[in-house]
């Protein structure tokens, strides 16, 4: 992917700070239904190619904190936390400073409760950068934010492992898989009232296919995990199973397996 040519120009000085913003909002593609994707990721690997001055590093934090009040939903100022964001992972996965690497995470970690879909995205894909780079250094951060994690928490870290070229390593894949296990063991946990909110519907639509994406890679355990989840009785795991199931990846690769866990579902 190439670099984005005009960043290291335009953070030359403090003052091109505004020329680049504006760059970005005009190339966002917002509003409208996709955001440009291939910018957004070429700017977070040309942030990460560089040794950030303080100020610059500075720009980067701003950039990210943008809050929704400040910059809404399906606008072109959304666009500069979402960059700011996966700009952070980019970062991460090249080796942070202590003080630094903090606030990254930190920042990662508050978008993945973002109310903006778009940012709560970002969350997703910083992890998975950071995956691309060092999958033990995610596996840790899994470690860090999983006891205790809000659902729009758990559903960033399934969205972040439910990555192809995450797992290409068997034993990360069996991970995933029991970190999905974990968490679809919080969500049977979350109370009646609480399934109704919208941080609950994100998650389980998180869960409707991740599970799929790591049954693929390792079928024996990841359907192993979608009949333990079809038999749990509880209705919102058992639609997680039923969407997974309706997935291509698994029904034209695995048809027998996909036909006996939904079996599971008709009882």
């Known amino acids: 992917m190439k670099a984005f040519p005009a960043f290291g120009i335009l953070l030359k000085n403090r003052g091109q700070k505004k020329t680049l913003f504006d760059l970005l909002e005009k190339s966002s593609g917002l509003p409208g239904p996709r955001a440009n994707l291939e910018l957004m990721y070429s700017f977070a690997r040309s942030v990460a190619s560089m040794s950030l001055l303080e ?12 809050s929704p009040s400040k910059a809404p939903a399906n606008t072109p100022k959304e666009y500069l936390p979402v960059c700011g964001i996966v700009a ?7 080796g942070l400073p202590r003080p630094r690497k903090r606030a990254a ?4 970690r508050k978008a993945a409760s973002d109310p903006r879909w778009r ?3 970002a969350a997703a894909m910083a992890l998975q950068l950071i995956g691309e780079k060092d999958p033990a250094a995610l596996r840790d951060i899994v470690g860090q934010w999983l006891p205790g994690a809000a659902l729009l928490e758990m559903r960033a870290i399934a969205a972040g492992l439910a990555h192809p070229p995450l797992l290409g390593d ?4 069996l991970f995933c898989l029991e970190t999905s296990r974990t968490i679809l063991k919080e969500a049977a946990r979350t109370p009646a009232a609480s399934r ?4 609950f519907r994100v998650l389980r639509q998180g869960l409707g296919y991740a599970l799929s994406v790591f049954a693929e890679k390792s079928p024996r355990e990841g359907f192993r995990l979608l009949e333990e989840t079809a038999s749990s009785g509880d209705a919102d795991l058992q639609w997680i199973v039923r969407e997974n199931l309706k997935k291509n990846r698994l029904v034209g690769k695995y048809p027998e ?9 008709e009882r």
């Open 55 to 66: 100020w610059q590093w500075e720009v980067i934090v701003e950039m990210a904190s943008i």
């Open 257 to 265: 397996d996909v036909r006996r866990v939904a079996s599971l579902l």
């Open 170 to 173: 068997a034993d990360f894949t």
């Open 105 to 108: 995470l930190g920042a990662i």
């Open 119 to 121: 940012s709560r995205e």
């Open 88 to 94: 952070m992972g980019a970062l991460l996965a090249q």
């Open 196 to 199: 109704r909110r919208d941080d």
